[in-house]
């Protein structure tokens, strides 16, 4: 298989702990890339991948496909999550629509139509299904139909009904080839996890809470860092209750809120009992979500933020505390990615796949 918009991995080490191997990966930023090779091309992860951190726009798919996938060798999955802030909530009115990065869906769809994955797995923000961006939308499907893809119908995730321990929503457009045989294949995969109730559904657990992000980080964990604040936030934070709060209960007014009352969930606490908020690109700083720290008077630490994207301890965030905080929100859960490519991967080997697979290559 092979990541675009590789990012740090989230979506490359779910797949891998799904058992499936890694043959390349793209992503651009410098950061992130590192962040990649150190962690992803581990011997025991996908050792011999090939990172390509160069910009996608300038990459030739026929060249890297016949670099990587000859002698009737072919690619079982293609991921990626190409860059959603053209796509973002948070892009008022009409901002966004002409973003050249909603683009970017089509050059991800430049490589499946050259690399002819047997599936691939597009992961955006729910943005990108307003109607102001139906024409992007709209094209890649045309695209996905016109070179003999069955694409289903875009679906929205809930990473807390798959055991994440965060409220985290996300897009997934998932494409099968015409040959691969689809009977008895449910997509999406049935939730693991629900809201707590009595009674639970058969077969339910309630969502994870996230207290396990907060307790101790490995000894000199390179990411058991956050933001160095001024003594003004740490007595605002220390006026913020436990178990939520906002900026009206840390007293904090500025002239900005004069005129309006500003974002209700900044600099509010995670409530350790609960699900986590999204992990954003913002996810260390405080002035942007309610990232607080549950009892202590900073932001949450990289290691916490990880954990919460499911990552393990031994992967290590490259570029410094801004750095690793985008990469950690712009990632896959990898728990989540581990179990939406399970759940492909045991369709593509079913014994009906296989069969067909065989018929194919006799022909050939």
């Not at 003004?232 to 906002?246: E, H, K, Q, W």
């Not at 005129?259 to 992990?279: L, W």
């Amino acid at each position: 298989m092979a990541d675009l918009f590789a990012g740090a991995g989230g979506f490359s080490l779910g797949a891998i702990e799904a058992g499936c191997d890694v043959i390349f990966a793209v992503e651009f930023n410098p950061s992130a890339a590192l962040t990649y090779r150190n962690n992803i091309g581990k011997p025991a992860r996908a050792e011999n991948v090939m990172l390509y951190n160069e910009d996608i726009t300038k990459l030739d798919p026929s060249v890297i496909a016949a670099r990587h996938f000859h002698d009737r060798a072919e690619c079982d999955l293609l991921l990626g999550g190409p860059p959603c802030q053209g796509f973002s909530r948070h892009r008022i009115k009409n901002a966004g629509v002409a973003d050249p990065r909603n683009a970017l869906i089509h050059e991800y769809f430049g490589f499946v139509r050259t690399l002819r994955p047997r599936a691939f797995l597009m992961e955006n923000v729910p943005g990108m299904l307003w109607p102001r961006h139906k024409d992007y939308v709209d094209e890649f499907y045309a695209q996905a139909h016109a070179s003999g893809y069955m694409i289903y119908d875009p679906i929205k995730i809930d990473a807390r009904d798959y055991g994440v321990p965060q409220a985290r929503q996300r897009v997934f457009i998932l494409g099968l080839r015409q040959d691969v045989v689809v009977d008895g294949f449910d997509w999406p995969p049935k939730p693991t996890h629900c809201a707590r109730r009595d009674p639970m559904p058969p077969n339910l657990k309630p969502w994870n809470d996230c207290s396990l992000a907060f307790t101790s980080a490995p000894e000199n964990d390179p990411n058991d860092v956050h933001m160095r604040h001024g003594q003004v936030l740490i007595d605002a934070f220390a006026t913020t209750p436990p178990n939520g709060g906002s900026r009206h209960e840390s007293n904090r007014i500025l002239d900005c809120h004069k005129n309006h009352d500003g974002h209700a969930d900044v600099y509010g606490r995670i409530n350790p009992a609960t699900p986590a908020p999204t992990m954003t690109t913002a996810c260390i700083n405080p002035s942007k979500g309610r990232f607080v720290h549950p009892t202590l008077n900073h932001g949450i630490t990289v290691r916490q933020a990880a954990r919460i994207q499911t990552f393990p301890d031994d992967f290590v965030f490259a570029g410094g505390l801004m750095a690793a905080g985008q990469q950690i929100g712009n990632a896959v859960p990898v728990a989540l990615a581990k179990l939406l490519v399970g759940h492909i991967k045991a369709l593509l080997s079913s014994a009906a796949n296989a069969e067909s697979r065989a018929s194919k290559a006799k022909a050939v």
